[in-house]
């Protein structure tokens, strides 16, 4: 798209041109991904006592095929903290498990129920779908406020928790207000689409050049719906016929006018007659707080008094109108956009017809100056309604009805999709390791009649992610152990699932882990986010304040994506920067003092128990001999010393077993 970086990092393909295919017979192929989904029986297995669920009996059919076995099963110790992670994004004693010294007090399946019911496993799942959505907490000043942008994350966090239905889920993210029976108090769920990137539009410049800007974010918006719930990359299409799926010029801007149809807005989340005196009260506020701005400007000494008067006023206001606080949700409204020039025929105005909707003419070559015939708004060609053609936009905008569409007459490919990236999430390789690309640019299944099989029941499950989950991590698949040396010579991609992977943890995972261990975790939900660099900020670092213009350096370094733009999957790195972070970032060295000073002052019968203490506490099992005898011969007649207590527990953070799961 615009940036080579942003597609190499983000895994957007490159067109191959941005000029108009020429006219051709070519048949584009037709994606495996838009075929319905195909439900088979699994194959037989010789090893007949080592599947659990049907998954393994796919697994273990194409590791057979290829000469390979499973690898052992973990032990206990190592599926708990596992599951901790993968479930809440907690260590175990943190996500309500006890496996403490290695010897869990509740078998897997208990753990699995518990972890689900877990208010912690929806702010876990909230925040990968977070990267899918380009959340932010905090946009440029000269944009429309944020500051209560946490409603749309505190919704999806308590979706999750609900376990509301995914096709529930895509329409309450769409169209949440055409459903009656949801109220203002819902309108955050479509933060999704109320918190799109903007880009900056100097009005001063000509109709010409702001056109393209305005479709540039009818392209991103295009863009991120498209990705997100269904895998393709029909922004592809906007220049030219896509090169690769079978997605036209006229797919793309049948598309593209939903989003030229609405406004993005910040809307009252209380009911209409409580917001009307509330509104009022703000604009007679607005206005008195532009006569302070104006009287400050001016350079005489006597106005002192005038400024103190207005904002007594505007105290009084305050403070006699009920609900004037009301939090206003990230929205959007129906209203179709025009670029026009502006009245005084100096520069340009954006004209938004209140309730009205727009069918958008072809762009040739993508250039919003050069129209051609217009294309009515629906939904993509490659997926006819039951009609035989493409379900036709004609309520509004046209949200509901591409909610709809992508739920049913997509919905081999929209469950096909989010199976996949839940299962990424589980196993660090999706079963199309292309989470965000379906089309034929994408990688091919590793096991097409799994994730058909898995999709399929997915949906008749009621497209329910608790269920998905529980089906996943009660497989011998994902229990296997990491330690599988053959497996790792025959198939070190794990292209077969052979073994589980060894996994870095993810930023947010690894600070909550230090804070945890240090004892100043702070686990309340929801809220307004806080500065992550705050020295009292002991939130999890779901609540930690995301900004799309000035990300900050330590979520930078971390591999945190950009919220600025779609994000399937995060690239890991390992930097110098994230190593000088763990030795001497504020951070680090105070919850290294915490901890030193915790086990210094700790109840351990000698200096032994102590470091058994700390390993427990921070990696649920008993040091070894090495261990021990390491951590005795670095405290040597210094077991006294803060400072000594402080570095010790400075290297145990760091280590290695804080940033992997096994």
């Known amino acids: 798209m615009r940036l080579l970086s942003v597609i190499l990092l983000t895994g957007l393909p490159l067109c191959i041109s941005v000029a108009a295919r020429a006219a051709t017979d070519e048949v584009m192929p037709t994606p495996w991904s838009f075929q319905p989904l195909q439900k088979t029986e699994p194959p037989p297995v010789k090893n007949t006592a080592w599947p659990r669920n049907r998954i393994d009996h796919y697994i273990l059919g194409r590791m057979e095929s290829a000469g390979l076995k499973p690898a052992a099963p973990a032990d206990a110790r190592t599926l708990l903290r596992r599951l901790a992670y993968d479930l809440t994004g907690l260590p175990p004693a943190q996500a309500g498990l006890e496996a403490g010294n290695g010897i869990p007090t509740e078998d897997i399946p208990a753990a699995i129920t518990r972890l689900l019911a877990s208010a912690h496993y929806g702010e876990r799942w909230a925040r990968h779908w977070l990267d899918l959505a380009r959340y ?368 870095r943890l993810d930023w947010e995972s690894w600070r909550d882990a230090i804070l945890s261990a240090s004892g100043r975790l702070d686990l309340s939900l929801g809220g307004p986010a806080l500065d992550i660099s705050a020295p009292d900020n002991g939130r999890r670092s779901l609540y930690g304040a995301s900004d799309r213009q000035d990300m900050h350096p330590m979520l930078r370094i971390h591999d945190v994506p950009d919220p600025g733009s779609h994000s399937p999957w995060r690239v890991e790195t390992i930097t110098p920067l994230q190593g000088l972070f763990a030795l001497n970032s504020p951070f680090m060295l105070e919850q290294a003092d915490v901890l030193g000073g915790v086990l210094l002052n700790s109840n351990a019968a000698n200096l032994e128990a102590r470091i058994g203490q700390v390993y427990t506490r921070l990696y649920q099992r008993s040091p070894n001999r090495l261990e021990k005898a390491a951590a005795l011969r670095f405290f040597q007649g210094r077991e006294t010393d803060p400072a000594v207590w402080s570095q010790y527990a400075q290297a145990l953070l760091a280590g290695n077993e804080m940033q992997f799961v096994d």
């Open 136 to 503: 932010t907490d905090r946009v440029p000043t000269w944009l429309t406020t944020t500051k209560s942008s946490y409603l749309y994350r505190d919704w999806v966090v308590k979706a999750f928790n609900e376990d509301m239905p995914y096709d529930r889920f895509i329409l309450r993210q769409l169209a949440t207000d055409y459903l009656p029976e949801y109220g203002p108090q819902e309108l955050p769920a479509l933060g999704f689409l109320g918190l799109s990137p903007s880009y900056f539009k100097e009005l001063q410049l000509p109709p010409d050049i702001i056109k393209t800007t305005v479709a540039d974010e009818w392209e991103e918006h295009v863009d991120a719906v498209s990705r997100t719930f269904l895998g393709l990359t029909v922004a592809c299409a906007r220049c030219h016929d896509h090169k690769s799926d079978p997605i036209s010029a006229e797919d793309y801007y049948a598309l593209a006018g939903v989003f030229a149809s609405v406004k993005k807005t910040e809307r009252p989340t209380m009911d209409e007659e409580l917001w009307a005196p509330v509104a009022v009260a703000r604009e007679k506020v607005a206005a008195l707080e532009k006569e302070i701005t104006d009287l400050k400007k001016k350079k005489q000494k006597d106005l002192a008094a005038q400024i103190a008067e207005r904002q007594k006023e505007i105290t009084a206001i305050q403070g006699r109108t009920p609900h004037y606080n009301v939090p206003m949700a990230n929205a959007v409204e129906e209203a179709a956009l025009y670029v026009v020039e502006a009245d005084n025929k100096k520069g340009t105005k954006l004209d938004y017809k209140t309730g009205m909707a727009r069918d958008l003419e072809l762009h040739k070559r993508g250039n919003p100056n050069d129209v051609g015939q217009v294309v009515p708004r629906r939904f993509l060609s490659a997926f006819p309604s039951k009609t035989g053609s493409p379900r036709l936009f004609t309520q509004g905008s046209g949200r509901l009805e591409l909610a709809q569409a992508l739920i049913e007459d997509a919905a081999p490919l929209t469950a096909r999709v989010i199976v996949n990236r839940v299962w990424k999430h589980h196993f660090g390789r999706g079963l199309v390791d292309t989470p965000s690309e379906f089309g034929n640019l994408g990688e091919a299944p590793s096991h097409p009649e799994l994730l058909d099989d898995l999709s399929a029941r997915f949906i008749e499950r009621g497209w329910s992610f608790k269920w998905l989950h529980r089906e996943i991590l009660s497989s011998a698949t994902w229990q296997q152990s990491s330690l599988a040396p053959e497996s790792e010579q025959r198939d070190p991609e794990n292209k077969f699932f052979s073994r589980m992977p060894r996994r």
